[in-house]
């Protein structure tokens, strides 16, 4: 099983970009990389997902390195909304397990 | 269109009983994932189901298990219910179009095992 890497937590101010980092160098070359977010008492939802290029949504920004070892979702402004857990998944090309890592708990602070 | 409805929300089990857990996709998905999280272990992997054949499964023991209806309803059940079974079990309505793989989450039933 592929495997993620984040930081336990972070923190940001209201209305700052927030980075958040995660290592994957275990990754294949197939291997999707997709970011859910889970808010208190809710079930994860999706945030981003991509393969090798950046890309961008309404949500946030996907960074990718251009090994693929390592990714960074961009959140342009935090809000108070935002605090919640991020994970960083790896998905394999065929089939949709999903495995997701302990994520990085993101507080924003007023 | 109609979320993902997972039934019941709330549930107390003793050990050595078992359970039975139901999940409704969104309409039109006919892939369903299960997942078991814990504050130890985190989010983990049961099985997935794709008109009705299991499809992808998890390291679990083969107290677990589950299946998919012809509606894609899934239900899975834990046998021989262990203290260490109480979790938070997710499930997950599975959209594919092309490379795009997204999954949509329940709010869970939260399992208490005494």
């Keep these: 099983d592929a495997k993620t890497t984040q930081p336990n937590s972070m923190e940001s101010n209201e209305e700052e970009p927030v980075h958040l980092p995660c290592n994957h160098s275990t990754i ?56 919640a857990v991020y994970y960083c998944i790896l998905r394999a090309n065929t089939g949709n397990q999903f495995y997701f890592g302990t994520g990085t708990s993101l507080t924003v602070i007023p | 269109k109609a979320g993902v ?9 003793t050990r050595g009983q078992q359970v039975t857990l139901s999940c409704s996709p969104i309409s ?9 999280q814990t504050p130890g272990q985190g989010l983990q992997f049961l099985f997935e189901y794709f008109s009705e054949t299991q499809r992808n499964k998890g390291n679990f023991p083969g107290r677990f298990s589950g299946r998919q209806f012809s509606n894609s309803r899934s239900e899975m059940n834990v046998s021989t219910l262990e203290l260490g079974d109480s979790a938070l079990y997710l499930c997950a309505s599975n959209a594919q179009q092309g490379a795009i793989h997204e999954q949509f989450f329940g709010p869970g039933t939260r399992l208490t095992v005494l």
């Design chain 1, 28 to 83: 294949s070359g197939t291997d999707y990389i997709h970011w859910y977010r889970q808010l208190p008492s809710q079930g994860p939802e999706y945030v981003i997902h991509g393969l090798t290029s950046n890309v961008n949504n309404r949500m946030a920004s996907l960074a990718i390195a251009e090994d693929r070892k390592s990714s960074t979702l961009i959140l342009h402004r935090a809000t108070l909304r935002d605090a």
């Design chain 2, 5 to 13: 409805t997972q039934t019941p929300r709330y549930l107390i089990k």
């Design chain 2, 28 to 36: 039109g998905h006919r892939s369903v994932s299960w997942y078991q």
